[in-house]
């Protein structure tokens, strides 16, 4: 919407009533809106619908029809995408679908492979990406083999199901590769057939040193999100720091790594470097030792870069409130 694609003079937003006192009197009137605000009700209204038809309607029934595609129109990549979420809402696909919960003839969708995201991008500096099958459809569905076809890209199960399903972790090995662009695919073999998921990767000459300044390392309580240790790299070594966490108690913790070049006490900022173990956005518990060893990769998080001041100031409270490294740090810098 905010075009005119029908060319008829208007926006194409949704007209809306409105009502104004700025003048000290309150006057009303017409205006075309977009976004969420006006999809929201939309989406309300249709619930509605839907709850009209079948009373016993629930939240979990709604969000299942809407995943499935049962409710919607689907619009830009097959599936759900980042762009167009699960699709454009459907009135009356949805009262169909409704109906057919009401009187028990709702049949089943055949199992669907999904993969979240559809295409892996390793970038300029990443060598390791998290990836997630589902199922998106009904019935049993069993993942045989997840493969790479190249020889530098190897795939490992995260935290997968009997079936096969769930997180796993792919790995390129960037040491063997030339400069400039390349790409793979990963071949998903499954009993609902097979699912190839694009990878891209960008190699550049190393004739330069490899560092990122200075980065701090924090172990985080996955409970409670507090900082438990915290070390302060500066000095890297050929492409790599190297972490020692001595004397921390023998317990699963979040290892996150990142710089913080505004120095407001918080790493991962926008434009920062910030990493997690194994990746950044798939996060998971390590169980430190004596003689433990972890490798990940720390890279600038461009899309926080974009945001502004406030919204970046949001982000670190809700997702890198454990990420603060304390004061005696900084004055030891």
Known sequence: MGEDADSDGFPDGVLSAIGS???????????????TSMAAPH?????ALMKSVYGALTPAEFDRLLVEGRITDDLGEEDRDDDFGYGLINANKAVIAAQQLANGTLEPLPPSLRSSPQRLSFGVTNSRQALTLTNAGGGDL???EVVGDVDWLSISASEVNESGLGAYLAVADRTTLAVGDLSANIRVTSSAGDLDIPVSIRIRSSDFAASAGVLYALLVDPGTGETVKQQRLSDPSGDSYTLGMEDVELADYTLVVGSDMDNDGFICD???ACGAFPTLNDEQEVLITGDSEFSLDVSFDQSRFFRSASENEASNQERFEGYRYKETLKAAQ
Request: aromatic fraction near 12%.
């Open 270 to 272: 926008a434009g920062e």
């Open 142 to 144: 069993t993942v045989s």
């Open 21 to 35: 006192d700025r003048d000290g009197a309150m006057t009303y009137g017409y205006r075309r809106y977009e976004g």
């Open 43 to 47: 989406v309300a209204g249709v619930a």
